[in-house]
């Protein structure tokens, strides 16, 4: 593989890592811990995320329970949940703070799954600007013969056409996952 070909993987794969980021965040159904990732709790004037302070477990598919290490941050913590766009309201019981995941109605599952057709296409055309750039890289590069360039170039489209499809793999896992009752 060559510098060019390689820096175009690694840029791709960058591409497809925020997409799984993204699609983390989405909120479904079910309880998934990685949407509390963003939210941030003011610790001692620190901003702090809440997976730094507390201990984030499922105890069922639709509930998540915040346990802190340092009691007195739970209502901190709890405060910080509220004013986050999560939408969930958090139940506090002195001891852990409890996040139930209400199931969505149809209507909000087509619009998350909307939601994340289009986190998919942004990742397509990141991936797409990657090939244009690698093969502009190509051909500015005087030291390659010119059926080197094709082959160079023929290797970055094999590549994106690979991370399209994971793309494409990955938007109808998370479809299935939204639109599931």
């Known amino acids: 593989m060559s510098v060019h070909t390689e820096k175009a ?16 965040r989405v909120r479904t159904g079910r309880a998934n811990p990685h949407i509390l990732d963003a939210i941030k709790v003011d610790y001692y004037g ?11 477990k499922v105890p069922e598919a639709s509930m998540l329970v915040v346990e802190p290490w340092d009691k007195t941050s739970l209502k ?25 995941f209400p199931k969505p109605t149809e209507e909000r599952r087509r619009e998350l799954a909307k939601e994340c057709s289009q986190m998919a296409e942004e990742a397509r055309v990141a991936i797409r600007n990657v090939r244009r750039d690698a093969n502009g890289r190509i051909e500015r ?9 094709a082959r160079e170039k023929k290797a970055i489209q094999k590549l994106t056409d690979s991370f399209v499809a994971k793309v494409d793999e990955l938007l109808k896992t998370k479809t299935a996952e939204v639109m599931e009752i």
Do not use: H, W, Y
């Open 9 to 24: 993987q690694k840029s791709m794969e960058k591409c497809v890592d925020a997409l799984k980021n993204n699609f983390a």
């Open 46 to 56: 620190q901003p702090t995320p809440v997976t730094q302070l507390a201990g984030v």
């Open 76 to 100: 901190a913590i709890e405060k910080a949940i509220e004013s986050s766009d999560l939408g969930i309201t958090p139940s506090n019981d002195g001891v852990c703070i409890r996040l139930p």
């Open 141 to 149: 590069d005087e030291e390659l013969p010119e059926d080197e360039q």
